[in-house]
């Protein structure tokens, strides 16, 4: 990727970049609605922009930050309740409700991240998102496609994972595609 003298990436190259990575693997339509997701960076929330497209709250960085607000030492009920509660505000985009709730509360720290990220926590209710959680996903890939447990493997054989679960998510019947490949059938 190309990089500025101040070591920050260029969003244009970076965002062309993505568009051809997922040219490899999909078959984009004309009029396409992405969804970008992240913790809120200043370059994520500059790609959804270039892209002229929606910024979405990752859940699992405000799941964290809410386990840091209201689960820290000893896990009532109430603080369980009070967490789900807050979990669900935030997946129907209730910033208000949430930030009534950090306010009586007096969770300070909860409330400044919660404006900050308004726009990715409102864009949770839009119909077409489905939710945005990479971290997690990519740890649940990892777990479930290698077992639970640490387990090393090359740069090449996990990419050629990665290819397998992308064809299963693009219905890509990869032992068909093989057996027409080398004209076994």
């Not at 969003?11 to 993505?18: A, F, H, L, N, W």
């Not at 009920?77 to 208000?96: A, R, S, T």
């Amino acid at each position: 990727m190309k990089e500025q003298k101040t070591g920050e990436i260029n969003t244009q190259d970076y965002v062309q970049r993505i568009l051809i990575e997922l040219e490899k693997y999909y078959i984009l339509p004309e009029k396409i609605k992405f969804i970008v997701g992240g913790d809120g960076d200043t370059w994520i929330m500059e790609t959804a922009s270039f892209l002229e497209t929606t910024y979405v709250l990752d859940r699992f960085h405000f799941a964290k930050e809410l386990k840091n607000s209201f689960l820290k030492g000893r896990k009532t009920q109430p603080k369980i309740e009070l967490y789900n509660k807050c979990y669900n505000l935030f997946i129907q985009g209730k910033c208000d409700q949430l930030l009534e709730i950090a306010k009586i509360f007096k969770k300070t720290d909860l409330a400044r991240y919660i404006r900050n990220h308004r726009q990715g926590i409102q864009n949770q209710k839009l119909e077409y998102n489905i939710g945005v959680s990479a971290e997690s996903d990519i740890s649940w890939f990892i777990k479930s496609t290698l077992g639970y447990g640490a387990k090393a493997y090359a740069y090449k054989t996990y990419k050629n994972l990665l290819y397998l679960k992308l064809a299963k998510m693009n219905k890509i019947n990869v032992l068909s595609s093989i057996k027409k490949f080398y004209n076994f059938g």
